[in-house]
């Protein structure tokens, strides 16, 4: 089993729409969880983090965190065709190193 | 605030040859963790390095080594390079505290590639 799942996509959504990303993980003692956006050939770029479970929101971006379920997810609001890129989820399992999933490729189509 | 810059952007060697990455760390921040992500995959952990020793380290073989400086910034090191070694390595910044690494701030990235 993976560390942390996601779908690798890509996901397709019109211009305007919701966008949802998915991502599960196996550890259950991880307190830190974080979202990254990555485009094509660049680095990755700290989007969102999470540290308690339910909602958090920022600007066109809300994750959220249930970790009884295991589970982490990034929605964006409004979406445009600048947010097609990779989308990585990570958590920090209390070891100092971010794990990170092989990310979900997002295309929003014009 | 000066961000987290790497050298060089890019690089190739050819196997058996040895690379020097460097990174110098965002300001405010104690913390550098390096990263391999290979093409398709996210990114790996392969060490991290506070107040100027190595603070866990990843599945990756000794010949990957590494250094902090005293104003944080950082080199990796890789000898006898291989094939598979060819990725992108990421260098990341952070303010670690007592109980977590902090949020990861990313530089551009060195990528290599190895003939």
């Known amino acids: 089993q993976k560390e942390v799942e996601q779908n690798s996509g890509p996901l397709s959504v019109p211009e305007g729409a919701i966008a949802s990303l998915n991502c599960t993980y196996s550890?259950?003692?991880?307190?830190?969880f974080f979202w990254y956006r990555q485009y094509s050939g660049k680095s990755p770029e700290l989007i969102m983090s999470?540290?308690?479970?339910g909602d958090k929101e920022d600007g066109r971006f809300t994750a959220q965190l249930n970790k009884a379920s295991q589970y982490v997810s990034l929605l964006i609001r409004d979406s445009q065709p600048s947010d097609s890129a990779t989308y990585l989820c990570a958590h920090e399992p209390g070891t100092y190193k971010y794990i990170f999933g092989t990310g979900t490729r997002l295309k929003v189509l014009a | 605030e000066t961000g987290v810059t790497q050298s060089p952007t890019h690089l190739i060697k050819t196997r058996g040859q040895q690379v020097t990455l460097r990174c110098s760390s965002q300001?405010?921040?104690?913390?550098v963790s390096w990263y391999q992500q290979a093409l398709g995959q996210g990114p790996q952990f392969i060490f991290q390095y506070y107040r100027e020793e190595e603070n866990g380290r990843g599945n990756f073989p000794p010949r990957f080594s590494g250094l902090q400086f005293p104003n944080y910034s950082s080199e990796l090191n890789v000898n006898a390079l291989e094939l598979d070694d060819s990725a992108l390595y990421l260098c990341?910044?952070?303010?670690?505290?007592?109980?977590?690494?902090?949020?990861?701030?990313f530089g551009e990235g060195s990528r290599l590639t190895v003939l």
């Open positions: 550890d259950r003692g991880s307190q830190s």
């Open positions: 990341a910044s952070s303010g670690r505290t007592e109980y977590n690494t902090g949020e990861l701030f």
């Open positions: 300001s405010g921040h104690n913390t």
């Open positions: 999470i540290y308690s479970n």
